[in-house]
C-alpha cells in the first residue's frame, strides 16, 4: 500500500487526507452524503479499555535488553468484519454504506490489520478519524491482492485519534461482494514522530538531543542514498530501519535489506509472509535545525521475505509494493562485497521512530565485539557540525556506507548510552561480505543481488529515473539491407555499442544503431550491446544472414528411414522453415503434403535405383544452399526398402 500525505478540503470540512496506494482520491461516501446517523453509528461502536501502561513499558525494557525492535503499539486480536460487526445503511437507490466506529480509550494512534481483504468494482473502503481531521483512502479493487476466493492480508496505516470510523461502499451492482476483516486493532500508547508529519505539528521524536538531521550539512553528499533508507513498522507495532538495494542487473527490483532480529518469527526457509509490514519513505526533516517537515511521507506495504541469517543479522525483503511503482522518489543503494573497508563513512536511520538522521564516523572499521570479530564491523561515531549522532533503538537494519557510498553492513545493535555519552557508544553490523555467501539461497545475499552471477565485488546505487532499454525486437539482420534499434534512452545518459564479430556497425548514438551483416555469407547467431554509463549492459540476440544448410536433413515416416517403389509416403524436412524441395531424376511424382513437407511416389521398379532429393530453407535474407541426400531404391519391403546413402 502507497500512503501519500496531502491537504483536502471537503466543502467546508478541512481534514488531512492520506491517499493510499492506487486511489481516486475521493472522500467518505458518508461525507459527501452528509449523513446524520450518529446514534446507529455509536450503537455499534466497539470500545477498548485503558492499556496499562506500567506493564507495558516494563515488558518494553525487558524487550529492549533481549535486542528487541521497540514498541510503539499493543495488538488486541479481534475478529471485526462486515457481517457481525458494524452497521448497513441501504441508500435510497440500493447501494450500500457499512460503517464500524472503534475507540481505544487515551490511544495515540490506532492501525488495523487485516486477515482477509478483497474489494469488488465500484466499492471503496476509508479509515478516519471521528472528528474527520485524517482520512486514509479510498481504497479499491485496484488494491486487491489476493482472489475473492482466496483473498490476502492487508494493512492500513496509522490514524492518530483514539476514536476512528471504518467505511465501506458497496454498489448495489456487487451486493455482499466486499470482504472486510480485521483480525487487529493496534492500540498505539507511544509517540512515534509520523503524528507531528502528519498532523503538520511542531514536534520531535523519542531520539536524544545529539542526533543530526539527515539534511544538515553533514548529510549534503548523501542526499540520494538517504531516499533509499526507510522506516519499518514491523507488524504494525514495532519499528525498524532499513534500505532498499541494488541488484547486477540494475533493474529496480525492490529488494531491501534490514536486521534479522527485527523480522520476529520470520524465516526464509519457513513463514515468509510479511503482509502487516509498511515502509515509510521520505520520512525526514526538510531542513537541519526544524522538527517539522515540508517532505510527503509516503508508505508502501507488504512484502515476502527472501533470505535471512543470525550469524550476521542480515534480512532481505522483496517488497510486494515497489515505490518505484507508486512514484515514490527513492534510491536503491549500491553495496561492497569489501574485507577491507577504506577509513571513514555514515550510517543514516531511524532512532526511536523519529525523523531520518545521519551519523558519521572518520576511521576503518574494525572487528565486531558484541557479536562477533569476524561477522560484524565496529564503529565509533565523530562529533560534527551539528551533533554528535549515534544509533538507537529503532536503528536496527540501518545501513552503513564507506565514503564511496556502497552498503558494507546492516546495524545488529550498539549500546544503551546514546546520546549521554556518544563517544563511547559504538555500533556493530553485520558484514556485508558474510552474508554474501551461506548453505542456500535462503541464506545468503548473492542470488538475490547478483542474479547475473557476474561475481562483481560492488556495484553502485541507481536511482528511479526510467529504466532505458530496447523500444523494438530485432529477429534476424541481413547483410543486403540495415536493421535499426532504439533506446527509450529519454535521459540522453552516454552509451557505448558493441556487437558481435559478424555484425557491421553502420551508425550508432545514444538512442540507436544501425547495423548489417559483416558479408553476404555471414550466418549464425549473432548479437548487439548497448554499455550504459552506470554499467548497466544491454544485449540484444538475433540471427544473422541466410540459413545454413549444414543442419538441413530429410527423414520419412511409417517405415522409419525405408520408402518403397509403387507406394506414397511422406518426407520431412528439418533443420530450418520455409523448406523448399528438388528432385533430381524422373523417376519419382512429388506432391504436396505440408508446409516442410512432401509426398513422393518412386515409379521405377529398377531394384537399386538412386535418386537425389534436395531441400532448402528460406528466411528474410534469402536461401540457404540446397542440401542433397541420395536414395537406393528398393522395390519390394523384403528387399529392405529406401536407404540413404552416406
Known sequence: MRTKIIFLAFSLLFCISINAQKNDKSSPKSIELRLNDEYSLTSSKRVFPLLDINSLQREDENDEQNGLPPRFGYPLDVNFNTTNSGTWKILSNGDRIWRLEIECIDAISINLLYDKFWLPNGAKFHLYSKNKSQVIGGFSSENNRG???????????????????????????VKNQSIVS??????????????????????????????????????????????????????????????????????????????????????????????????????????????????????????????????????????????????????????????????????????????????????????????????HWRVNWSQTTNGYSVTEGGSSGSPLFTNDKRIIGQLHGGSSINCTDPANDPGEYGRFHVSWDGSSPQRRLKDWLDPLNTNQNYIDGIGTEPLITFQNDLNIVCYGSSKVINLNNIQNQPVTWQSSFNVTILSSNNNSITMRASSSNSTGGGWVKAILNNGVILQEDFIIGKPSSSSLRIITTGNGIRLFSKTWQELFGLGGENIEWKIIGTSVLKRNSGPDSILIYPTTTNHGQIITIAIRSKNECGYSNWKYQDFRIYSTTSDGGIGVMH
Open 182 to 375: 480485521v483480525d487487529k486493532v493496534v492500540h498505539g500508547y507511544r509517540e512515534i514522530d509520523l503524528k507531528n508529519m502528519i498532523t503538520n505539528e511542531a514536534g520531535h521524536g523519542d531520539s536524544g538531543p545529539c542526533q543530526v538531521n539527515v539534511n544538515c550539512s553533514e548529510g549534503q553528499n548523501w542526499q540520494n542514498e538517504k531516499k533509499g533508507v526507510a522506516m519499518i513498522l514491523v507488524n504494525g507495532t514495532r519499528w525498524c530501519s532499513g534500505s532498499l538495494i541494488n541488484n547486477t542487473s540494475n533493474n529496480q527490483t525492490p529488494y531491501f535489506l534490514t536486521a534479522d532480529h527485527c523480522i520476529g518469527n520470520l524465516d526464509a526457509s519457513g513463514d515468509t509472509d510479511a503482509s502487516y509490514y509498511s515502509f515509510w519513505w521520505n520520512y525526514e526533516s526538510s531542513t537541519c535545525s526544524q522538527n517539522s517537515s515540508d517532505f510527503v511521507a509516503e508508505s508502501t506495504s507488504g512484502a515476502t521475505l527472501i533470505a535471512n541469517n543470525s550469524t550476521t543479522d542480515f534480512a532481505l525483503f522483496e517488497l510486494t509494493e515497489s515505490p518505484v511503482d507508486s512514484n515514490v522518489d527513492v534510491f536503491f543503494n549500491g553495496w561492497d562485497r569489501t574485507t577491507n573497508p577504506t577509513q571513514g563513512g555514515v550510517g543514516i536511520h531511524h532512532p526511536s521512530g523519529d525523523f531520518k538522521k545521519i551519523a558519521t564516523h572518520s576511521i576503518t572499521p574494525s572487528q565486531g565485539q558484541v557479536w562477533g570479530s569476524n561477522t
Open 147 to 173: 482472489t475473492k476466493q482466496n483473498p490476502s492480508k492487508f494493512t492500513t496505516g496509522l490514524l492518530f485519534s483514539e476514536l476512528i470510523i471504518l467505511e465501506l461502499f458497496e454498489p448495489l451492482a
